[in-house]
């Protein structure tokens, strides 16, 4: 959701829009050569959102980067949930790291009051599976730049906040299965004769600080600049002021930010695909066995959710829910399991990173 002062400057913004559409025009986007053909320095009009940097096109190349080997993850045994995270039982709720901004994966409701979306009620499948009770979570907001961070300090149980799998994450995280694939496309005003990321010359990309579209932007539009903002909700709202021309990244994140301003569209071919997982701590490098069987436990008692979910159609129905008219998709990503007794964690996969 987003915060209220913002909000309050962007349903301002979007009122001032629908007066301007009064005699059935639509806004003309095409005579922003650059979002910041007002002066670079856009604090001397409309302030940044908090946070956000600019990076002017050409401070940094972007780099081509290989199809690398990724780690499978922890196959299911025939345990119980009390066998396998005895500590979290005991304790009787989960807690999950999640985003409260990010419409249809995990936001709060305006009608409802409630937290809602895709990945909220994933983590309500997972506590069922758990306690029998799909209310026992209890929530945590995590920014996107700080949330593996905050997954280390042993403040949350995991991450449900569009983690996407790469084998540098594999290095700190340790990953359930997927449970969602995405394409990376660009969120526009419409009318903006922007079709593909090559057509952001002069112009400015919103993307958020750490992710993994800053790579693609550097190497894909070199002559861009780039906002780098700490939520996507900032970016749109950079969008709307004049800072920025389009934002970068997945088309899940796309459609809720799509669905907050109705003259926006989603354009372009996918620039790259990714795959979310649920973040989990890495097993304790130490001889507390119990300590890293129950580490080891909460992975295999996530992905026996994410089986069930995919063998009973509730990974569909909650697709269909969430991005049905929006987003087409080929169904849940498939398992991806490490070999029996490999001690290198082979793949069973292989992504561009």
């Not at 009608?111 to 809602?116: K, N, V």
């Not at 057509?199 to 539009?221: E, F, K, M, P, Q």
């Not at 620039?271 to 436990?297: H, L, N, Q, T």
């Amino acid at each position: 959701m987003i915060a209220p002062k913002r909000r309050t400057a962007l349903v301002a913004s979007i009122t001032a829009l629908a007066v301007g559409l009064s005699a059935c025009t639509t806004p003309d986007f095409n005579t922003r050569k650059n979002s910041l053909d007002i002066p670079r320095d856009t604090s001397a009009v409309v302030p940044l959102p908090a946070g956000a940097r600019l990076e002017e096109a050409g401070t940094r190349r972007g780099v081509e980067l290989e199809e690398q080997t990724l780690l499978g993850s922890l196959e299911p045994d025939a345990r119980t949930a009390a066998e396998r995270i005895p500590k979290i039982v005991e304790r009787g709720y989960l807690i999950v790291g999640i985003q409260q901004s990010q419409n249809l994966l995990s936001f709060r409701d305006p009608t409802t009051g409630q937290l809602s979306g895709f990945e909220v009620d994933l983590a309500h499948e997972i506590a069922e599976d758990i306690f029998g009770d799909r209310n026992a979570v209890d929530f945590r907001f995590v920014e996107s730049q700080n949330r593996v961070y905050t997954l280390q300090t042993g403040k949350i149980d995991f991450l449900l906040s569009t983690l996407t799998i790469t084998p540098e994450r594999q290095q700190e995280v340790e990953f359930s299965t997927p449970y969602l694939s995405t394409n990376t496309r660009l969120l526009v005003n419409r009318n903006s004769n922007v079709g593909r990321l090559e057509d952001l010359a002069d112009r400015t990309i919103c993307v958020t600080d750490n992710s993994t579209g800053i790579n693609l932007a550097r190497l894909h539009a070199p002559e861009a600049d780039i906002l780098k903002a700490v939520t996507w909700a900032d970016c749109l709202y950079a969008m709307q002021h004049n800072q920025a021309d389009a934002i970068l990244v997945d088309d899940v994140i796309l459609s809720g930010l799509e669905i907050q301003d109705p003259y926006t569209e989603i354009v372009g071919p996918p620039v790259d695909s990714d795959i979310y997982g649920v973040g989990m701590p890495k097993p304790p490098r130490s001889s507390d066995a119990k300590a890293v069987a129950e580490a080891e436990g909460l992975v295999q008692q996530v992905n026996s959710t994410l089986e069930r979910i995919r063998d009973d159609g509730t990974w569909w129905e909650l697709f269909r829910h969430w991005f049905g008219g929006r987003l087409s998709t080929a169904g849940p990503p498939p398992v991806n399991y490490r070999p029996d007794n490999a001690d290198d964690h082979a793949d069973a996969g292989t992504v561009t990173q």
